[in-house]
């Protein structure tokens, strides 16, 4: 029994990954020394925040102290450069029609990493506010916002399912107790392969919709 899905955005909805990683590249570009080791603990970390994200390459690649001018430079210039990358970005194959077949039949929400502000205003732009519930960003941790749903909707956790493309979805997943599916693009390498507590693997959103004919 599903009775709710929430969604993960960069990957999931829209095919939007490789736009942050590129804005990781140029926003530390600054340390040349440094890029690809930061380039490579952004891949590797999706799913957290990019404000976590700083004060991690600080603390532990660049090894400065990360004042508060500063980090607020990085955050505006960050939403600069992917901003319109972002409502550029085209869907994961099925994710327009999957949104507009479900969302009158199951509740819809988005907890994602972006920033609460930037993603709804690029939910907006996209033309998709209608198919959701509501909309979760940073700088609240995944978990907390997917206990919220279920704590506001009364529904048990185990009735909710949450879809996304990181190995930090899936542990947002276990702490909060929801169902887990995990969206690897064709042709990626299969982060979840073994991972307890995923219900399957996808390709697309496509494929999502064909497990909900047979769940709900």
């Not at 999957?98 to 988005?110: G, K, N, S």
């Not at 960003?137 to 956790?157: D, F, L, Q, V, W």
């Not at 947002?172 to 073994?194: C, L, P, Q, W, Y």
Request: hydrophobic share 45%.
């Amino acid at each position: 029994m599903i009775s709710i899905i929430i969604l993960d955005f960069d990957g999931v909805i829209l095919e939007s990954v490789s736009v942050k990683t590129e804005a990781f590249r140029t926003l530390f570009s600054f340390a040349p020394e440094y890029v690809e080791e930061i380039v490579q603990f952004h891949k590797d970390n999706g799913g957290m925040s990019r404000f976590d994200k700083f004060r991690y390459i600080f603390d532990h690649i660049l090894k400065r102290e990360l004042d508060p001018d500063t980090f607020n430079a990085l955050s505006e210039k960050f939403s600069i450069l992917v901003f319109q990358g972002v409502v550029n970005a085209p869907f994961v194959p099925g994710a327009r029609e999957f949104l507009e077949h479900w969302y009158a039949t199951i509740p819809l929400y988005i907890v994602s990493a972006t920033p609460e502000p930037e993603l709804r205003e690029i939910v907006q732009k996209r033309n998709l506010t209608l198919f959701f519930r509501n909309v979760y960003g940073a700088p609240r941790k995944k978990a907390e916002c997917i206990s919220e749903i279920y704590t506001t909707s009364g529904m048990p956790a185990s009735d909710i399912l949450f879809v996304g493309d990181a190995l930090n979805d899936l542990a947002a997943a276990r702490a909060s107790g929801v169902k887990f599916i995990g969206r690897v693009a064709a042709g990626e390498i299969n982060i979840f392969r073994n991972c307890h507590g995923v219900e399957r693997v996808i390709k697309d959103l496509n494929e999502l919709s064909e497990f909900l004919e047979v769940s709900v």
